[in-house]
């Protein structure tokens, strides 16, 4: 099946520095790509869409400023979670569609953040 | 937003054992899908289930949809250790738009 590769997989910062999470769909292109905020044992909370060559479009009580996305290729979504503070800790997960209209999910290996 | 509900919250059952898990969702829907997610990692698709189909089977999943209860049940055959994982139901509303369950917690003791 399609793979999506996410890195890191593990960062830890400080807070107020800036955190980039990258979301790469291997050997499918993507046009949407979906980021996700997941506390511990808790389900997975939609954060933004992704599109290419166009605004995220990001979910009701999510900063745009806070989290900035860009999806600037096919294949490439980065996730960046600017001023870190230690509420952001958290695992983000990315995920994707294949262009061809595939209804299945295809999800990246996550990242878990700590900011100290 | 969380589209629906899983119960139960966790499942705890020997090696061998049916595990069987539901899920309620709000809205009217285009598919249900199951993902599974091991601890600290991404989601892996199970399972997904058209909103005019009713049962539908993969190796020793079996998944059921009744969209007149808005509910689905995921059963899980002969479990093994291996099958030790949380479970979400996602709804496709859109295409664009996936909600996931809250999940449920699966524990197979070997």
């Known amino acids: 099946g399609a793979v999506v590769s996410q890195h890191p997989s593990r960062v830890i910062c400080k807070s107020g520095t800036s955190v980039k999470i990258e979301c790469r769909s291997l050997d499918f292109q993507a046009t949407t790509m979906f980021w996700y905020r997941q506390f511990p044992k808790q389900s997975l909370m939609l954060m933004a869409t992704s599109n290419e060559g166009s605004k995220a479009t990001y979910e009701q009580g999510v900063e745009k400023d806070k989290f900035l996305i860009n999806h600037a290729s096919l294949t490439l979504s980065t996730l960046t979670v600017t001023s870190a503070h230690p509420e952001d800790s958290s695992f983000y997960i990315c995920?994707?569609?294949?262009?061809?209209?595939?209804?299945?999910?295809?999800f990246g290996s996550g990242t878990q953040l700590s900011v100290l | 937003s969380q589209q629906g509900e899983e119960d139960p919250q966790a499942l705890s059952i020997q090696e061998g054992e049916n595990a069987t898990m539901n899920c309620s969702y709000k809205t009217s829907i285009n598919n249900l899908q199951w993902y599974r997610q091991n601890s600290g990692r991404g989601l892996v698709h199970l399972i997904l289930?058209?909103?005019?189909?009713r049962e539908k089977h993969s190796g020793r999943l079996r998944v059921t949809l009744d969209t007149s209860k808005k509910s689905s049940s995921l059963l899980i055959t002969a479990s093994r250790a291996a099958d030790t994982a949380s479970y979400f139901c996602a709804t496709d509303v859109n295409n664009n738009d996936m909600r996931f369950g809250a999940g449920t917690r699966l524990t197979v003791k070997p």
């Open positions: 995920s994707a569609r294949e262009t061809s209209g595939n209804e299945k999910l295809f």
């Open positions: 289930i058209r909103s005019n189909e």
